[in-house]
């Protein structure tokens, strides 16, 4: 079997979760030969609470957030920020515990074929009409089966179906909705699934609870599993760069494996592991033969593909001390510093496997039983004990939050943004790094990836949208 990247579209839409080729890259934008002092804002828009990285198509942004007690698709005209339509949506039950400082959908919309497919936090897919947002259908028999802090898988839409994982691998139609295939020998995860070419054929392959898997995408068929752990949760999106793939997470580093073909199915050959750089909840990417991604430290590391070598990380987000813990401090990090070249382990690798996890389907309206990731089994509504997605105990306190980050490859720099809200624009190279830029883009937090298209980018914070340009 010979696999092979699969193609998306060319435009320099952002379609879906990483980008419109599912990559992190974003097409068509030119590297100025000086960066201005501020970027340009044009319009900012309130849309409702949420992580999720808006979805940009034909010059429409299509964003999924939270307004008041319902979770619903936003169109806004992209170049002027005015509303096009607002779909109904439906209502969602209020996020108590551990995961509440998140009330707002995480998993990216996917918008093909004239439709956008969103996942709501608690397991509700759903597909309305790209046009005007009518609805087409929405499915809620899996509803509830969830990991313990909530959907954050992000959809895929291939060849007319509408690839979701919610509590189990499920295809639908995209426009009867009818179930097309369900792969149900395992749980959900936090990770999304990307798209290879196998032997000519299209496939996906994903993390779930336990597993990694390939999964025909027409049918459904089990391709490869194997056993796989990142750590405390599986939450990145594996990486696909022909017959390799790149996996990372919590406490275990990164690791490189090949696929090669083998009578009767596939063998896997590990290639090599990178204990020193784990993510906590963010995607690494990988461009021109480097894997990028940002370490619960909140610092931008450089890992090789060929080696697996570290050659160099950066900070790019408030600082942390060990064990992820806040300390004091203000917004932005570390500056004037610039990059360091890597030396040795961090120390960073984490006995252990997945803990506190587990599917859950809420029992009768009742209270919702929910497993913490780090504080083990909670119920919604208690009081104290988990630790929250923040990385400080309980709560808002000490320094900003560690181990989030996005990274977007344009032409050739990275943009870097972590919920510190500000926007890092770095110059790779071989074993090194320069900071080109820092820009201030919100006053509230940023988890979401930012849009970029052109010299326009779009920056989704807590509850609004705004478009600044590179002039």
Avoid at 68 to 75: F, K, L, Q, T
Avoid at 188 to 215: C, E, F, H, N, W
Avoid at 248 to 271: D, H, I, N
Avoid at 436 to 464: C, H, M, W
Wanted: with cysteine.
């Amino acid at each position: 079997m010979i696999f092979t990247s699969a193609s998306y579209v060319g435009a320099s839409d952002w379609s879906q979760f990483l980008g419109s080729n599912r990559d992190g890259a974003a097409a068509g934008f030119n590297v100025p030969e000086s960066w201005p002092s501020e970027l340009k804002k044009h319009w900012s828009v309130e849309v409702g609470d949420g992580l999720a990285s808006p979805a940009l198509v034909d010059g429409r942004l299509y964003v999924f957030a939270r307004q008041g007690d319902r979770e619903r698709v936003i169109c806004l005209d992209a170049k002027s920020g005015e509303a096009i339509w607002t779909e109904d949506g439906y209502e969602s039950p209020t996020i108590e515990g551990p995961a509440s400082y998140h009330v707002g959908p995480r998993s990216v919309p996917a918008v093909a074929e004239g439709k956008v497919v969103t996942l709501g936090l608690h397991g509700v897919l759903s597909c309305v009409n790209a046009s005007d947002g009518e609805l087409a259908w929405r499915k809620k028999e899996f509803a509830g089966e969830i990991p313990g802090f909530f959907t954050s898988s992000s959809p895929i839409i291939v060849d007319g179906l509408a690839i979701a994982l919610i509590g189990h691998v499920v295809a639908y139609d995209l426009e009867s909705g009818e179930e097309a295939w369900i792969w149900d020998q395992d749980g959900s995860s936090y990770g999304s699934p990307a798209l290879i070419d196998v032997d000519g054929q299209k496939a996906v392959v994903m993390p779930t609870r336990a597993k990694l898997v390939v999964l025909n995408a027409s049918d459904g068929n089990l391709l490869h599993e194997m056993t796989y752990s990142q750590g405390r949760n599986n939450t990145a999106a594996p990486i696909v760069d022909g017959q390799t793939l790149y996996v990372a997470g919590p406490g275990r580093g990164m690791t490189a494996y090949q696929f090669k073909s083998a009578s009767g199915g596939l063998e896997v050959e590990r290639l090599w592991e990178n204990p020193e750089n784990s993510v906590t909840f963010n995607n690494p990417i990988l461009s021109n033969g480097v894997v990028y991604g940002v370490d619960r430290n909140n610092e931008l590391f450089s890992i090789s593909a060929a080696s697996g070598e570290t050659a160099w990380k950066a900070p790019v987000g408030a600082a942390v001390a060990a064990a992820g813990q806040g300390r004091p401090g203000g917004e932005g990090g570390p500056r004037g510093g610039g990059m360091r070249r890597q030396g040795g382990g961090e120390g960073q690798a984490q006995a252990g496997g997945p803990r506190g996890e587990g599917m859950r389907r809420p029992a009768g309206g009742g209270e919702q039983a929910q497993s913490g990731g780090q504080g083990g089994p909670r119920r919604q509504g208690g009081a104290g004990g988990g630790r929250g997605a923040r990385g400080g105990r309980g709560g808002m306190g000490g320094a900003g939050p560690s181990g989030f980050g996005s990274i977007v490859v344009a032409d050739s720099v990275l943009f870097t943004l972590t919920p510190s809200s500000e926007l890092v624009v770095i110059k790779p190279s071989g074993d090194q790094g320069k900071e080109l830029a820092r820009y201030k883009v919100s006053e509230s937090q940023t988890y979401a990836y930012p849009v970029i298209a052109g010299d326009q980018i779009f920056i989704k914070d807590q509850n609004s949208v705004t478009l600044y340009s590179v002039k």
